[in-house]
């Protein structure tokens, strides 16, 4: 987070383009660093039947900043005539979160008993109860975040938010090893298909929020970068509508589907939850084509802009928590692929964007782009089938 400011102050204060790109790389890299440890902490912090409902609202901020980004930016550059703001606005924004990071968000890492680490003839009495912490919890039923019994909750906060090591933590790891640990996941068709439609929605909005500001901000509309930046409010209003239908109502879903089996849980059956977002999100696509072809009004490129959305927060939403839920110790890797598909993917439309627009037209650009998210939706079904299955497959070939 401190490299992520550093970058922001950079471009504030950036004086040739080439400088503006490379605080985008350092930016860029900080930037997944912090994105990818969401699935992370969520799901070390919450149990399975909270477990949607939290990781929408990680999806969500994650998603509106392409949403509320051009709306501040467009306001920003109007206002104050100079682009540089944004960036000193991004900064402070980021300075503020780092302190409340520090204050707010004690480490997450359990303490787990782990036969091959554990020396018994040096272990204190205090570490012997806290091994004991993560199984007492899991028998009364307990979040994993909820303190320890020996310790006051202003204790376990100081120690969990300033420290210089942690005693439980593992050895660090090869950092080769570790940063290739994740890409074998890919291979289990859970985790390639959460990624694939992750990536592919989020990618089909950054390529959007692109064409609609060419096109507005291009004759005959002429628009202002204020108006250009609040047509975005069309994607905010989708992820907004997704929120419970990609939270809530999929952990109905679990809760009740546990009920009926005699409390036994398992994470496919969130997976109803999508058909919802499979449905509307690629539909979206082609509203958005229509209204570009036939130049409609600029409401029906913000409908069709938040039904695409829609599908990031009521169906992605419900795949990454599925891959989540099936991978729990793996979660962290899951949030690497993630990032790193979404961000690939949205870097190479964004590239082409422009190009697609102008050789193919809205029409088969934005069908092509319907056409591939609904291919890859069609997935869903033989996985949420096949699910149990696909599961012990990945587990025993890709995932230990």
């Given amino acids: 987070m401190v490299c992520f400011l550093a970058s922001n102050i950079w471009a504030a204060k950036a004086n040739s383009y080439d400088s503006l790109l490379a605080t985008r790389f350092v930016g860029g ?122 310790h006051s909750l202003k204790a376990l906060w100081i120690e969990r938010s300033f420290y210089t090591k942690l005693i439980y933590v593992k050895d660090k790891k090869n950092l080769l090893k570790s940063l290739l640990q994740p890409f074998p996941l890919l291979l289990a068709p859970p985790i390639l298909l959460t990624t694939l439609i992750f990536g592919l929605t989020i990618g089909w909005t950054a390529l959007m929020s692109i064409v609609s500001s060419n096109v507005y901000s291009a004759p005959p509309h002429l628009w202002q970068a204020w108006q250009v930046g609040l047509i975005s409010f069309g994607n905010l209003t989708g992820l907004l509508i997704g929120l419970p239908l990609g939270g809530l109502m999929a952990d109905k879903l679990s809760t009740r589907a546990a009920k009926r089996s005699g409390g036994e849980h398992n994470p496919r059956h969130r997976l109803p939850a999508v058909i919802l977002g499979a449905v509307i999100s690629p539909a979206g696509c082609l509203v958005i084509a229509y209204g570009f072809e036939k130049d409609l009004h600029w409401i029906s490129i913000a409908v069709g802009w938040g039904m695409l959305a829609f599908g990031l927060t009521a169906s992605a939403n419900v795949l990454l928590t599925y891959s989540v839920d099936c991978f729990r110790s793996r979660a962290g890797d899951v949030g690497v692929l993630v990032n790193v598909v979404k961000n690939t993917l949205g870097f190479g439309v964004s590239l082409v964007s422009m190009d697609w627009y102008g050789s193919q037209g809205p029409l088969r650009q934005f069908g092509t782009m319907a056409g591939v998210l609904w291919a890859v939706y069609l997935f869903v079904i033989p996985v949420y089938i096949y699910s149990d299955c696909l599961v012990r497959f990945s587990e025993r070939w890709f995932v230990w």
């Avoid at 999806?59 to 682009?83: R, Y």
Wanted: glycine share 10%.
């Fill in 29 to 150: 890299f900080s930037g997944g660093v912090i994105e990818a440890l969401g699935p992370f902490i969520v799901s070390e912090c919450f149990h399975e039947h909270q477990l949607a409902r939290a990781m929408v609202v990680y999806v969500g901020f994650l998603a509106a900043g392409s949403a509320i980004g051009p709306i501040v930016a467009g306001g920003i550059a109007s206002g104050t005539k100079n682009w540089r703001w944004f960036f000193g606005i991004s900064s402070i924004a980021i300075g503020i979160n780092i302190i409340t990071c520090i204050l707010m968000l004690p480490e997450t890492t359990h303490i787990t008993n782990d036969p091959e680490a554990e020396d018994p003839n040096s272990t204190t009495e205090e570490e012997k109860a806290s091994t004991t912490y993560a199984e007492t919890a899991a028998e009364r039923g307990e979040p994993l975040s909820t303190p320890l019994q020996t």
